[in-house]
């Protein structure tokens, strides 16, 4: 008996523990959210930048500053809003590729989901051609060739038997499939040309707008309850596919769904940003070192310390060369890295 | 009625013939012992009753109702199953992986009777003190148990698994059957087990199946399977049967013997 009020309540410590780092996180990302509005030529501070979102969101009750409230609405707002939706969407779909594949490197970058992404995006720069026209062509072909990367593993995976091996495998050799077509672009694209690939393989969220945030969103609330809803699934998955299917998992058809889902939040976050690699992989890592593997809270966990990862690598971004605006994807690798390895480094030392 | 039946049950992989004209039953509280050499048809038989393979040919039926017309979630939580090397990717608490086993009756959240019966099952498998510790930091024989505590929680008539004692001294390799057998014998459950170690199986099943190339050897108690003609044309070794005890079981003769035809 007493024993059994022990384990209770040291699982419930546990959950508490969960809960608050889950929190500080959301306090942390709300800070963050204050503090990068405010960066720009035009000069704010937290308090007016918060007192202008206020105003925007109850134009009532709250008074935005003298022309904070545009600057701030129309500018800059959404670009923050987009990093933090971005790194939340990477973040979680890590997660779920990491957690499904029972693989430490799956990230949509691994799979090879974003080299396609950036293949299409080369398509439409170097031949011009895509499915969809105008401003949207770079867009349109991105998010289709990150969806027909997707649809190849699955296609593979579904022809050798579904496995987290095969599917990590057809993963590899999509991924340098695609690098070579990039390659062949590359080499056959003007120097104007080039320079556009290039440029759009550093990744940034220079190009937000409220409609692009608006579409993100959309797929973010569609797909994140469900993934949360289906968490046991997932943890069972993350064991292996016979302990799922002994537990009542329909292991084939469930791989199915999650990658599906995994790689739709990836397409529709990368043909908008291009290649920001790193938050996919790293954000699940570095949550799981904290609270553990239970997806019921590493999926928000790790969507919060994705997004303030990105929120926060985009306001250095902004602001050390400022005006200067460095690509976002160098700049999350340069801070991310060396936590990452400290966080690593120093679990292998406990 | 028994529990758990196999009627003439054949499985392949593309042309390969890997299980053919299987047939047996298990009833409550009864413990039934697959035996046979590597690569006979053991792990791919207990897949084939859990469904997670589909027979070519055959019916498995389990209280009555055959498998293959029962969702997943209905047949989780009507037979547990323990593979073999389980846990050994999992970086949670053995608290978390045995209430993992509540996954058939859970949507979200978990209730105060979920927590219950999980400690419950740690309580009965002996790892009270365990339970907020992570899985990796534990041991084979450990492990072992968190397993089939899991298994336990699940709460179904019957449990399959897949070598369990693999891994296991023999300590650890008694313990583990002692449970199965305390369960069998308190709950009435049915327990399909694979084992490579024939005295183990002999002392703790109540029946023994041997498989030979994907077909049905011998069926019955350990005293009619377990004979040195068997282990002759199964396994193909030379092995003396003994009998003295309450479970027979064999030692093994090294073809060549000392002094022996020098």
Same mark, same amino acid.
């Given at each position: 008996m007493e024993q059994s009020i022990t384990i209770q309540t040291g699982y419930a410590r546990l959950k508490k523990n969960r809960a608050l780092f889950i929190g500080g996180l959301?306090?942390?990302?709300?800070?963050?959210?204050?503090?990068?509005?405010?960066l720009g030529s035009a000069e704010f501070t937290v308090a007016e930048s918060y007192l202008a979102i206020l105003a925007g969101l109850f134009p009532g009750t709250f008074t935005a500053p003298d022309m904070a409230g545009i600057i701030i609405w129309d500018y800059r707002l959404h670009r923050v809003l987009f990093a933090v939706c971005a790194g939340f969407g990477l973040a979680v779909a890590g997660s779920v590729m990491q957690g499904i594949l029972r693989n430490p490197l799956a990230s949509p970058f691994t799979l090879g989901i974003a080299s396609a992404a950036t293949t299409g995006a080369s398509i439409a720069i170097v031949l011009g051609a895509g499915v969809v026209g105008g401003e949207y062509l770079v867009i349109g072909n991105a998010f289709l060739f990150a969806l027909l990367a997707a649809l190849a593993i699955y296609g593979m995976a579904r022809y050798r038997g579904i496995g987290s091996e095969t599917m990590v495998l057809a993963g590899i050799a999509i991924m340098y499939l695609f690098s070579a077509v990039t390659s062949l672009l590359q080499y056959i694209g003007s120097a104007e040309q080039l320079r556009a690939v290039v440029f759009w393989t550093f990744g940034?969220?220079?190009?937000?707008?409220?409609?692009?945030?608006?579409i993100v969103s959309i797929v973010l609330a569609c797909t994140i309850p469900y993934l949360l809803y289906r968490s046991w699934d997932l943890n069972a998955l993350a064991e292996g596919d016979e302990v799922a299917a002994g537990l009542?998992?329909?292991?084939?058809?469930?791989? $199915?769904? &999650?990658?599906?889902?995994?790689?739709? =939040?990836?397409? !529709?976050? $990368?043909? &908008?940003?291009?290649?920001?690699?790193? =938050?996919?992989? !790293?954000?699940?890592?570095i949550t799981r070192m904290v609270i553990g593997g239970d997806f019921r809270t590493l999926l928000p966990a790790s969507g919060l310390v994705g997004a303030l990862l990105l929120l926060g690598a985009d306001s250095i971004a902004r602001s050390v060369l400022a005006p200067q605006v460095l690509p976002v994807g160098i700049v999350t690798a340069?801070?991310?890295?060396?936590?990452?390895?400290?966080?690593?480094m120093r679990r292998r030392d406990t | 009625m028994p529990r758990l039946s196999v009627e003439d049950l054949s499985f392949a992989y593309r042309d390969r013939r890997v299980l053919h004209g299987i047939t047996f039953s298990v009833g409550a509280g009864e413990i039934l012992g697959l035996v046979g050499p590597n690569g006979c048809g053991k792990t791919t038989l207990i897949r084939c009753i859990d469904g997670m393979l589909t027979?070519?040919?055959?019916?498995?039926?389990?209280?009555?109702?055959?498998i293959r017309s029962m969702h997943r979630r209905e047949v989780a939580q009507a037979m547990a199953y323990v593979p073999q090397s389980a846990g050994n990717r999992t970086s949670a608490t053995v608290f978390e992986t045995v209430l993992m086993g509540r996954r058939p009756y859970l949507n979200w959240t978990v209730s105060r009777e979920d927590e219950e019966k999980v400690i419950a099952a740690l309580d009965l498998l002996?790892?009270?003190?365990?339970?907020?510790?992570?899985?990796?930091?534990?041991?084979?024989?450990?492990?072992?148990?968190?397993?089939i505590a899991r298994a336990l929680v699940q709460e179904t008539g019957a449990i399959l698994l897949d070598e369990p004692t693999s891994n296991l001294?023999?300590?650890h390799q008694m313990a583990a059957m002692e449970v199965l057998s305390g369960l069998a014998g308190e709950k009435g459950l049915s327990i399909v087990v694979a084992l490579h170690d024939l005295n183990l199986a002999a002392t703790y099943c109540h029946r023994l199946m041997v498989m030979k190339a994907g077909a049905i050897y011998g069926y019955g108690t350990p005293d009619e399977v377990l004979t040195e003609e068997m282990l002759r044309s199964v396994y193909g070794i030379e092995a003396v049967v003994k009998r003295d005890l309450e479970a027979p079981y064999m030692i093994p003769v090294r073809s060549g013997r000392p002094g022996e035809g020098v």
């Amino acid at each position: 008996m007493e024993q059994s009020i022990t384990i209770q309540t040291g699982y419930a410590r546990l959950k508490k523990n969960r809960a608050l780092f889950i929190g500080g996180l959301l306090a942390a990302l709300v800070i963050l959210i204050g503090v990068a509005v405010t960066l720009g030529s035009a000069e704010f501070t937290v308090a007016e930048s918060y007192l202008a979102i206020l105003a925007g969101l109850f134009p009532g009750t709250f008074t935005a500053p003298d022309m904070a409230g545009i600057i701030i609405w129309d500018y800059r707002l959404h670009r923050v809003l987009f990093a933090v939706c971005a790194g939340f969407g990477l973040a979680v779909a890590g997660s779920v590729m990491q957690g499904i594949l029972r693989n430490p490197l799956a990230s949509p970058f691994t799979l090879g989901i974003a080299s396609a992404a950036t293949t299409g995006a080369s398509i439409a720069i170097v031949l011009g051609a895509g499915v969809v026209g105008g401003e949207y062509l770079v867009i349109g072909n991105a998010f289709l060739f990150a969806l027909l990367a997707a649809l190849a593993i699955y296609g593979m995976a579904r022809y050798r038997g579904i496995g987290s091996e095969t599917m990590v495998l057809a993963g590899i050799a999509i991924m340098y499939l695609f690098s070579a077509v990039t390659s062949l672009l590359q080499y056959i694209g003007s120097a104007e040309q080039l320079r556009a690939v290039v440029f759009w393989t550093f990744g940034s969220v220079d190009k937000s707008t409220w409609p692009k945030l608006a579409i993100v969103s959309i797929v973010l609330a569609c797909t994140i309850p469900y993934l949360l809803y289906r968490s046991w699934d997932l943890n069972a998955l993350a064991e292996g596919d016979e302990v799922a299917a002994g537990l009542g998992v329909p292991v084939e058809r469930s791989m $199915i769904v &999650f990658m599906v889902i995994a790689s739709l =939040i990836t397409a !529709v976050i $990368i043909c &908008f940003t291009g290649t920001i690699g790193f =938050i996919g992989l !790293v954000a699940p890592h570095i949550t799981r070192m904290v609270i553990g593997g239970d997806f019921r809270t590493l999926l928000p966990a790790s969507g919060l310390v994705g997004a303030l990862l990105l929120l926060g690598a985009d306001s250095i971004a902004r602001s050390v060369l400022a005006p200067q605006v460095l690509p976002v994807g160098i700049v999350t690798a340069f801070l991310g890295v060396p936590f990452f390895i400290y966080l690593f480094m120093r679990r292998r030392d406990t | 009625m028994p529990r758990l039946s196999v009627e003439d049950l054949s499985f392949a992989y593309r042309d390969r013939r890997v299980l053919h004209g299987i047939t047996f039953s298990v009833g409550a509280g009864e413990i039934l012992g697959l035996v046979g050499p590597n690569g006979c048809g053991k792990t791919t038989l207990i897949r084939c009753i859990d469904g997670m393979l589909t027979p070519g040919g055959g019916r498995v039926r389990l209280d009555g109702r055959e498998i293959r017309s029962m969702h997943r979630r209905e047949v989780a939580q009507a037979m547990a199953y323990v593979p073999q090397s389980a846990g050994n990717r999992t970086s949670a608490t053995v608290f978390e992986t045995v209430l993992m086993g509540r996954r058939p009756y859970l949507n979200w959240t978990v209730s105060r009777e979920d927590e219950e019966k999980v400690i419950a099952a740690l309580d009965l498998l002996d790892l009270g003190d365990l339970a907020l510790r992570k899985i990796a930091e534990l041991s084979g024989g450990e492990r072992q148990r968190v397993m089939i505590a899991r298994a336990l929680v699940q709460e179904t008539g019957a449990i399959l698994l897949d070598e369990p004692t693999s891994n296991l001294d023999i300590c650890h390799q008694m313990a583990a059957m002692e449970v199965l057998s305390g369960l069998a014998g308190e709950k009435g459950l049915s327990i399909v087990v694979a084992l490579h170690d024939l005295n183990l199986a002999a002392t703790y099943c109540h029946r023994l199946m041997v498989m030979k190339a994907g077909a049905i050897y011998g069926y019955g108690t350990p005293d009619e399977v377990l004979t040195e003609e068997m282990l002759r044309s199964v396994y193909g070794i030379e092995a003396v049967v003994k009998r003295d005890l309450e479970a027979p079981y064999m030692i093994p003769v090294r073809s060549g013997r000392p002094g022996e035809g020098v």
